[in-house]
């Protein structure tokens, strides 16, 4: 790991992170990176989550500290979150991989079409309150994604703005708050086994987390100043990523 590729995943760490921060899909940049610097796939995925869980906390007290995360919400979601990763990284799926892309390929996309059709999709907060029955849609979602994000991984910080939005009725940036703290629960139950079974590649991982904090807290700042002005268009750019990403490997 030479000194080159050192500031060069720091350079992508910083890039990926302040997307992140802003619509999800940091991994996008992240992970790439990390094996194009010559680290092994199964190495990078565990030093990518150890640098993006430190970026996640970053994003996570921003939010927390501008008002955006409705507490009396994520306090049922945390632990179902929680649950559902552990559950994801322990399973053994018995689903092809080479569906799974599809599926998704095919959820995102409808995703992205449909906060593009709609222009008032996330816009204004018409947050209402919560009944029970939006809580326990909340808790089912929280589970659904950490479940997801533990075995697989892409999309989750897009879906989980997507449904902040479309069942509780946040704007872009209140389901982009709440969304990231779901996202860093989830990020460490996966981070703690990725250490404990020693795939983390420090070396690389510690600089680039240092610049993912930096990269955080700027995206963070930019998505709370700006709202869905700046996180709408870059949400529909990253679920379009996203598709072309899982559609060329679903090919390959």
């Given amino acids: 790991m030479t000194l080159t590729w050192i500031l060069f995943l720091c350079a992508a760490g910083f890039l990926a992170a302040f997307v992140d921060s802003i619509a999800g899909g940091g991994g996008l ?48 979601q945390i632990p179902c979150t929680a649950l559902g990763a552990a559950l994801g990284v322990r399973t053994v799926l ?98 703690v086994l990725f250490a404990i079974s020693g795939r983390i590649v420090y070396l690389a991982g510690a600089p680039m987390a240092l610049f993912m904090i930096a990269g955080a807290w700027a995206g963070t700042h930019v998505a709370i100043k700006n709202g869905a002005k700046v996180i709408r268009p870059v949400f529909v750019m990253i679920a379009l990523a996203l598709v072309v990403k899982l559609a060329w490997q679903a090919m390959t």
């Fill in 29 to 76: 940049i992240s992970l790439p990176a990390l094996v194009a610097a010559g680290i092994p796939p199964h190495l990078a995925l565990g030093t990518n989550k150890f640098a993006s869980t430190c970026a996640s906390l970053t994003s996570s007290i921003k939010f927390t500290r501008s008002g955006k995360i409705t507490f009396r919400l994520v306090r049922w």
């Fill in 94 to 191: 018995h689903v092809e991989e080479a569906f799974l892309n599809l599926l998704i390929v095919v959820l995102v996309f409808a995703v992205a079409i449909y906060t593009v059709i709609r222009k008032d999709f996330g816009k204004e907060d018409r947050f209402e309150g919560l009944t029970p029955s939006k809580i326990a849609a909340g808790m089912a979602f929280a589970f659904a994604l950490g479940f997801y994000d533990g075995f697989f991984g892409p999309g989750t910080g897009s879906f989980l703005i997507f449904l902040f939005i479309r069942i509780f009725g946040f704007d872009f940036a209140a389901a982009a708050g709440n969304g990231k703290i779901l996202n860093f629960t989830s990020n460490v139950v996966s981070l």
